[in-house]
């Protein structure tokens, strides 16, 4: 699978609250950062981080803007934007970042992202 493709069966996933589908796109021993907030290693602890998120958000869209990638398609750097509402108070956050990424064998072995809230 191609970084885009990946990337977007990655979004998919997290749209439908599919955790351990969003972490199936890592490796085993994948590492997962969101400088300063969040770092996780392996996949087991990137899908329970994205069933922690999917258990307290709603109505999730991510969208890949455009990406960069090697000639391999080893190293990519994604923009895209993400978007979800809190369970807790109904407060609607929408987000635009950068993630770097290396992949290997058709999956994530790192991923780090950046955002902002818009």
Do not use: K
Request: net charge neutral; hydrophobic share 55%.
């Amino acid at each position: 699978m191609d970084a885009v493709a990946l990337l977007r069966t990655f979004g998919a996933a997290l749209e439908r609250g599919d955790a351990a589908g969003a972490a199936a796109c890592f490796a085993l021993d994948a590492v997962y950062e969101e400088p300063p907030r969040f770092a996780f290693a392996g996949r087991a602890a990137i899908q329970g981080f994205c069933a922690d998120f999917a258990a307290r958000h709603s109505a999730v869209s991510f969208m890949v803007v455009r990406t960069l990638a090697d000639p391999a398609g080893a190293l990519v750097a994604a923009e895209w934007r993400f978007a979800h509402t809190r369970t807790g108070d109904g407060a609607r956050m929408v987000y635009q970042g950068m993630s770097f990424l290396e992949l290997d064998g058709g999956l994530i072995v790192r991923w780090r992202g950046f955002s902002a809230a818009l």
